[in-house]
């Protein structure tokens, strides 16, 4: 998608060359500053009770006399903040992106000021009104034909906008990459594939990718991530992505993304019911190689490190028993209760590996616990961090990316859940409190490091009838690492 800006009055709104325009109205009232020929059609559509000014209501306008555009719609915002035109823009966008055009005018009537979150809500609605898996369905198709989007603007509010557009159309590729990555049936996207992926991508976008196999995952000593890959006859990987923006001598930022490219539970194998979901249980790492496609596209100056361990969480004759003892690359030992909680088994040594690295900040990124959607639900992430400084980093980039977390407590009491008289700990606790005790589990492997957790449990994929990868956290991770790259250059 070519995302451009163009300086214009109200008067070349009506008057700009595309093959449909789309005008948002924000409020219950409509807006003084509307190109003549919009605002008569509108306030007509208002008096005949064809368009109610009511958050996410549409009216399609066809052509206009007096507009260039041979198609116009609008849309209604519930005000002009970035998230409520984002939602604006997507209900807009639904209405005109199956019609024939390939170029689309985007105007803001009612925005003051158009900022760079304005336009990154733009390239966010429209890169999820494009998006269509095909992979496996190559018959699918959203019947869009759409290519082009400039966003019309005044001419102050130019630089912001360009910012925003590039900045957006980059996490647009990422996140596209990130869904079509976890997208993809466990028989297609199996741990060697999330491998290739990466080493693909490192060729795209010049980043250095190393690919270990069983054998080197043996030889550093991850054992409690090799106990999890033994049920499964698909062989595990641990991916190691570098994107070097600074000198050497500068700490990098770690990610970490959980990569169980399907999860039955393994022993403890799960209910039949909705199963198939757990496909997505990789939705981690395909967030962590969409920030990399990102983040190669806008080139911050700074240091970023991305770690995948992945494998198959499988029952087998071989695979790990409930009561199993194994010991973690940190050498301290953990009692495997159930078989099921094997995310954090694979996460605990990569953020171990991590410490080589002497990072600024590690975050992990994982489809960890139902607790957490239940806690949470659908909407925000699990942000679990001892160290506020990250958590307010964290929250706020989530914020700003319109892909928010909250954050969720780590006292030292959670702790005691995870006692074991058969090893250093349990892999789990009590029901109550699940997503909690998960990261309680994590944080004993990050005591030397400025560590956060992202469950991403309710917000990496939906179920149902719009069943499909989110490619959240994308936008989050984005904003926080270029945060922290403008933080490395004060
Ligand atoms: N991948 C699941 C977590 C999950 C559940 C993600 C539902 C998305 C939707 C994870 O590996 C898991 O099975 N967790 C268990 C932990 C329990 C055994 C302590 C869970 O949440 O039930
Ligand atoms: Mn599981
Ligand atoms: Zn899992």
């Known amino acids: 998608m070519d995302f451009r800006h163009q300086a214009t009055t109200v008067a070349g709104v009506s008057a700009f060359n ?25 306030q007509s559509a208002l008096k005949e009770g064809d368009l109610v000014l009511d958050n996410g209501r549409t009216l399609y306008l066809g052509k206009l006399a007096g507009v260039k555009a041979p ?35 985007v105007w803001l009537a009612g925005v003051d000021r158009v900022t760079a979150a304005h336009a990154e809500a733009l390239t966010g609605a429209t890169g999820d009104a494009v998006y269509v898996y095909r992979h496996t369905k ?53 741990p060697t594939m999330l491998g290739e992926q990466a080493q693909e991508l490192g060729r795209a976008m010049k980043l250095k990718i190393e690919v270990f196999g069983r054998k080197e995952i043996e030889k550093l000593g991850m054992g409690s991530f090799l106990s999890v890959a033994q049920g499964s006859d698909e ?42 979901e757990m496909k997505f249980d990789m939705g981690g790492a395909a967030s962590v190689l969409g920030t990399f496609r990102t983040i190669a596209q806008l080139k911050p100056k700074l240091n970023l490190i991305g770690l995948i361990p992945t494998c198959e969480n499988m029952p087998s004759g071989k695979a790990v028993k409930p009561g199993d003892v194994v010991k973690s690359l940190s050498g301290q030992t953990v009692e ?49 961090t001892p160290h506020d400084d990250l958590a307010q980093a ?83 991770l984005t904003h926080f690492v270029l945060a922290q790259a403008g933080a490395a250059a004060d």
């Open 138 to 190: 190559p018959s699918a198709s959203n019947g869009s034909k759409l290519s082009k989007v400039t966003l019309l603007c005044a001419r102050a509010d130019e630089p912001a906008v360009a910012q925003g557009l590039k900045r957006g159309a980059a996490i647009v590729a990422g996140v596209t990459l990130a869904r079509e990555v976890a997208n993809r049936p466990g028989n297609h996207c199996t």
């Open 71 to 105: 198609r116009a719609a609008v849309a209604v915002a519930a005000d002009t903040a970035p998230r409520a035109v984002k939602a604006a823009l997507a209900q807009g966008l639904a209405q005109l992106k199956a019609l024939g055009g390939k170029h689309l005018a």
């Open 394 to 476: 964290l929250s706020a980039a989530g914020d700003a990316a319109l892909d928010p977390c909250w954050r969720m407590p780590v006292d030292a009491e959670y702790d005691e859940v995870l006692k074991s008289n058969f090893a250093d700990m349990a892999n789990v606790g009590p029901r109550a409190g699940g997503a909690i005790t998960a990261a309680m589990f994590l944080k004993r492997f990050a005591k030397k490091l400025r560590w956060a957790h992202l469950d991403i449990a309710g917000t990496a994929y939906k179920s149902g009838a719009q069943k499909g990868a989110t490619g959240r956290p994308v936008g989050l």
């Open 235 to 276: 062989p595990p990987r641990f991916i190691v992505l570098r994107y070097d923006g600074a000198p050497d001598s500068e700490a990098p930022v770690v990610l970490v993304g959980k990569g169980i490219t399907f999860d039955t539970g393994g022993i403890s194998i799960k209910p039949a019911g909705e199963m198939d």
């Open 18 to 42: 595309a093959d449909a325009l789309l005008l948002l109205v924000a409020g219950n009232k409509l807006p003084q500053d509307l190109p003549k020929p919009l605002a008569q059609a509108l």
């Open 336 to 384: 495997i209760l159930n078989t099921d909680a094997e995310g954090r088994l694979i996460l605990c040594d990569a953020l171990t590996y991590a410490e080589r690295f002497k990072p600024r900040a590690v975050v992990d990124i994982a489809t960890l616990t139902g607790a957490c959607v239940i806690a949470l639900g659908h909407h925000r992430s699990g942000l679990f």
